[in-house]
């Protein structure tokens, strides 16, 4: 490690506050990525299969790529500000979703989209501004902050698919959605205590201005018809996710060309290349919401004794095993941050890319143990526990590297592009799982087939770009001054 890392021992307030109120948030959010797929080829959608794959993947790469925009705003116009506008606009979004109609249905989904832009590269950011840019503590409280707001997200996806199984799918937003309420009531309760360990020094940041909220309010109603028109016309979505993503790989190149020193401008360079190796373990990520509960709807036995679980509760593993791998890793890297060990933020994403892919490999050998048959769902237990072991040495790293590689400022600008990546990577799961559609009268054998060739070309595929990293993260190391 290099000796201007800084070591503390202890996690400011902060951290556990935000934490609350992000797991409250992954609460209700959590429910669009546990049910949309399903719920889309409902009679109220009345989508078909594979149009509701594209769909997902157009939603879940607009809940990634907006707040690039939003986290932009936010460096602009105040985090505080961005965070309450965020919350009230999605609280209005499942508020529409609670009605059963098919033109609210794609207005709530725009409405928490435009919410999500800004909210939630706001929160990720403080979480970020809390530490100093080189405090060797600074991994460790990502890793506890993804871990804890994934409590969320199991809540979320054991219980809501329960719900609209046995009950109905709008009483589950309408249900769901209390939980942004809570999020908001949270947050203007303790704001002022999150205030005093940010270590930002530009204190405009958190300033309350009227005018400032009004046009957070206006860039919001613009993200909700740039929402609603990516969501009708999909082809549409899919430029302009590419677009955008070109786009701000080259505006992170100028940025690099702007700053004094080199040492900035190489950390920006280090953070360009970790984003790129990303998309292919948050592809795998994406198609844990997209590809696998549509797997394990038509091609494994969900029986457990005489219960029947939901596709969609399955998914519902990933947050399950990130709390407890999760808290082992939280101690891990405080542990050896002491001791000056702690593994590269580039061994990680490469250790992360090559266990990640391990997951489909093991899947696809299950799959072919008995080619035939439906699999027993309890054999996608250890393929879970491979997806979230790689998902926690690179999703919550790079939360933790978006703040620390980037310059003063534009933390949010940073956050959300880390986030676009994962959006773009979701029009990549959708072009994947596009493969594995087949007739409805299809043989089980046939379909068991054509899944298998997919998953174990897709986890070569990011095989090998986990060995790739692994041989390149002494580069990347010089480029963020590590060792």
Request: overall charge positive; aromatic content about 14%; hydrophobic content about 50%.
């Amino acid at each position: 490690m290099s000796n201007s890392i800084e070591h503390s021992h202890t996690h400011p307030k902060a951290l556990w506050y935000l934490s609350l109120i992000y797991a409250l948030y992954a609460i209700a959010y959590g429910v669009l990525f546990a049910n949309l797929l399903i719920y889309s080829q409902t009679k109220t959608v009345g989508f078909l299969e594979n149009y509701a794959f594209e769909f997902m993947a157009s939603f879940t790469s607009l809940t990634f790529i907006l707040p690039l925009i939003g986290g932009s705003l936010a460096d602009k116009f105040g985090f505080k500000n961005a965070i309450r506008v965020g919350l009230i606009f999605c609280i209005i979004g499942f508020a529409l979703l609670s009605i059963n109609n098919s033109l609210c249905f794609y207005l709530g989904v725009s409405f928490a989209l435009a919410g999500n832009a800004l909210s939630m590269p706001s929160i990720w950011s403080m979480v970020g501004m809390i530490y100093n840019k080189d405090d060797s503590t600074r991994e460790s409280g990502a890793t506890i902050f993804y871990f804890l707001f994934n409590i969320g997200f199991l809540i979320s996806f054991s219980c809501s698919p329960l719900m609209a199984t046995y009950i109905d799918y709008h009483i589950m937003f309408a249900v769901f959605g209390i939980c942004f309420v809570l999020a908001f009531v949270v947050y203007i309760l303790l704001h002022k205590k999150i205030e005093q360990d940010i270590k930002c020094k530009i204190n405009s940041y958190f300033q309350k201005n009227i005018s400032n909220i009004s046009i957070l309010t206006l860039f919001a109603v613009l993200g909700v018809v740039i929402s609603l028109i990516c969501l009708l016309f999909l082809s549409v979505n899919q430029v302009i996710v590419w677009a955008v993503t070109v786009l701000a790989l080259i505006y992170l190149v100028y940025l690099s060309f702007k700053q004094n020193d080199k040492s900035s401008a190489k950390k920006i360079y280090a953070f360009i290349l970790l984003c790129i190796l990303a998309v292919a373990y948050i592809t795998i990520y994406n198609s844990e919401f997209n590809l696998l509960p549509d797997f394990i709807e038509h091609n494994v036995n969900s029986m457990v004794g005489s219960f029947n679980i939901p596709s969609s509760m399955v998914v519902s593993l990933d947050p399950l095993f990130c709390i407890i791998i999760g808290f082992m890793l939280g101690k891990l890297w405080v542990n050896l941050a002491k001791k000056d060990k702690n593994p590269s933020l580039s061994t990680k994403f490469s250790l992360g890319l090559i266990i990640s892919a391990l997951g489909y490999i093991l899947l696809s050998y299950f799959i072919k143990m008995d080619i035939s048959k439906e699999m027993s769902i309890l054999l996608t237990i250890p393929v879970f526990v491979l997806f979230v072991c790689g998902e926690l040495l690179v999703l919550p790293i790079g939360i933790a590297m978006s703040g620390r590689l980037s310059p003063e400022g534009k933390e949010g600008l940073f956050m959300g592009v880390w986030n676009l990546i994962q959006g773009t990577s979701a029009l990549v799961t959708g072009y994947i799982a596009s493969f594995t559609v087949v007739n409805i009268q299809t043989s089980i054998t046939e379909k068991n087939v054509q899944y298998f060739k997919v998953f174990i070309i897709f986890g070569g595929v990011v095989l090998l770009f986990g060995v790739i990293a692994f041989c390149i993260r002494k580069h990347f190391n010089r480029l963020t001054n590590s060792n």
